[in-house]
């Protein structure tokens, strides 16, 4: 029996962001169902799920693209509709999972409108601003790139320059939906050490599950649009959940440390379900 979606504690003033019951309907279609979770300020939250649980959506949510159909949610003990587009943008940066294919600037530029949302209305980004660009730029190992065309770049150096565009903003708050895509390994860890080292409050969506247990401090679990577990890793990557909502097969153990998760998948029963399968025969409707 899976676990429902948490009921919410009492207020806290570390939660940046509240949910009660939230819904999200597309038309007729109920995709994210009665949600319950509180986002905890400079803390790292992964919402992880197999495809099609409703990660996205809700990301969507968090940062005003997604209005949801019904329930509530606050972001910083206000509703979230209360919020100006402005006071949004200053306060939350957004890194979505495919970076824009089209943009006829370079990458300098791009990652200058990171500084848009707090200039002053009719002023001009100072020296200050444009060195903010230049450490940016550094952080993400793409100033050879700066001078670039953003539509020449592969799809792993946009990504970079997606991320710089919003360390720049110098928000409080993160979004990233899957910030590792399209990068290799090596760029992947150094991403999110570096999303890590900000300290500010960070949500992500992720599917890499030993990532998500290293860099995480807390996790939301989701499928079909619900909520099934919430709270800090070692109580949300369970054996029970693995099996229930990915259909694998784990086996968890920690570290050396005694403290990091290791999440061994096992193949052979993957493999067996599989070999299993009875032969199927066609049927006359299919020959023909």
């Given at each position: 029996?899976?676990?429902?979606?948490?009921?919410?504690?009492?207020?806290?003033?570390d939660?940046?962001?509240?949910?009660?019951?939230?819904?999200?309907?597309?038309?007729?279609?109920?995709?994210?169902?009665?949600?319950?979770?509180?986002?905890?300020?400079?803390?790292?939250?992964?919402?992880?799920?197999?495809?099609?649980?409703?990660?996205?959506?809700?990301?969507?949510?968090?940062?005003?693209?997604?209005?949801?159909?019904?329930?509530?949610?606050?972001?910083?003990?206000?509703?979230?509709?209360?919020?100006?587009?402005?006071?949004?943008?200053?306060?939350?940066?957004?890194?979505?999972?495919?970076?824009?294919?089209?943009?006829?600037?370079?990458?300098?530029?791009?990652?200058?409108?990171?500084?848009?949302?707090?200039?002053?209305?009719?002023?001009?980004?100072?020296?200050?601003?444009?060195?903010?660009?230049?450490?940016?730029?550094?952080?993400?190992?793409?100033?050879?790139?700066?001078?670039?065309?953003?539509?020449?770049?592969?799809?792993?150096?946009?990504?970079?320059?997606?991320?710089?565009r919003a360390?720049?903003?110098?928000?409080?708050?993160?979004?990233?939906?899957?910030?590792?895509?399209?990068?290799?390994?090596?760029?992947?860890?150094?991403i999110?050490?570096?999303?890590?080292?900000?300290?500010?409050?960070?949500?992500?969506?992720?599917?890499?599950?030993?990532?998500?247990?290293?860099?995480?401090?807390?996790?939301?679990?989701?499928?079909?649009?619900?909520?099934?577990?919430?709270?800090?890793?070692?109580?949300?990557?369970?054996?029970?959940n693995?099996?229930?909502?990915?259909?694998?097969h784990?086996?968890?153990?920690?570290?050396?440390?005694?403290?990091?998760?290791?999440?061994?998948?096992?193949?052979?029963?993957?493999?067996?379900?599989?070999?299993?399968?009875?032969?199927?025969?066609?049927?006359?409707?299919?020959?023909?």
């Open positions: 029996m899976l676990n429902q979606s948490p009921k919410l504690s009492k207020t806290n003033s939660d940046v962001f509240i949910a009660s019951n939230l819904c999200w309907n597309v038309g007729k279609s109920s995709i994210l169902k009665n949600l319950n979770f509180e986002i905890k300020r400079n803390k790292i939250t992964g919402v992880i799920g197999p495809n099609g649980a409703g990660k996205s959506s809700l990301l969507r949510c968090l940062f005003g693209k997604n209005k949801i159909s019904s329930g509530s949610l606050t972001f910083n003990h206000k509703d979230i509709d209360d919020h100006s587009r402005k006071e949004l943008a200053q306060n939350i940066a957004v890194v979505l999972q495919e970076p824009p294919t089209q943009f006829d600037m370079d990458v300098f530029e791009l990652v200058s409108l990171g500084l848009i949302p707090n200039l002053r209305l009719l002023s001009f980004p100072t020296t200050q601003d444009k060195q903010r660009v230049i450490l940016a730029l550094a952080d993400v190992e793409l100033t050879d790139k700066q001078h670039c065309s953003f539509n020449t770049l592969s799809g792993g150096e946009k990504q970079r320059v997606m991320l710089a360390i720049v903003q110098e928000t409080k708050i993160l979004i990233l939906d899957e910030p590792t895509n399209h990068l290799d390994i090596q760029h992947q860890i150094d999110l050490h570096l999303i890590k080292n900000l300290n500010i409050t960070i949500i992500l969506s992720i599917h890499d599950l030993n990532i998500a247990s290293i860099f995480c401090d807390e996790l939301i679990l989701m499928d079909e649009g619900k909520i099934i577990s919430q709270g800090v890793c070692a109580d949300v990557l369970t054996q029970d693995l099996k229930n909502v990915f259909k694998v784990a086996e968890i153990e920690l570290d050396s440390s005694g403290q990091q998760q290791k999440i061994t998948f096992d193949l052979s029963k993957i493999a067996s379900k599989h070999d299993s399968k009875p032969e199927t025969k066609p049927h006359a409707s299919d020959v023909f």
